[in-house]
């Protein structure tokens, strides 16, 4: 199913994304819970819970009803955030 859904994100979701400078990647599909991370101008974006909302699950859940949700996932990258740590630590 996650091709399926890789399809329906290039088609419907990705353009638009693109638009603003970002993409989407899936993280994983459990349980019918689909886990996604937005990224480019997009990771972080206030706007982001909206975009979730209003585009990504809309057309998720219209095109596979059975996906009971998606979940936009936030975390930070740990190699990035200790390369931030060490970095942060270099320069006191």
């Given at each position: 199913m996650?091709?399926?859904?890789?399809?329906?994100?290039?088609?419907?979701?990705?353009?638009?994304?693109?638009?603003?400078?970002?993409?989407?990647?899936?993280?994983?599909?459990?349980h019918q819970i689909l886990k996604v991370r937005l990224t480019g101008k997009c990771f972080g974006c206030p706007a982001a819970h909206s975009t979730n909302e209003e585009l990504i699950t809309y057309e998720v859940q219209s095109a596979f009803p059975t996906i009971q949700d998606v979940v936009l996932v936030e975390e930070i990258n740990p190699e990035l955030l200790d390369m931030a740590h060490k970095i942060l630590g270099h320069q006191s």
């Open positions: 996650v091709k399926q859904i890789e399809a329906l994100l290039d088609e419907k979701v990705r353009p638009i994304l693109e638009e603003h400078g970002g993409n989407i990647t899936i993280q994983s599909l459990e």
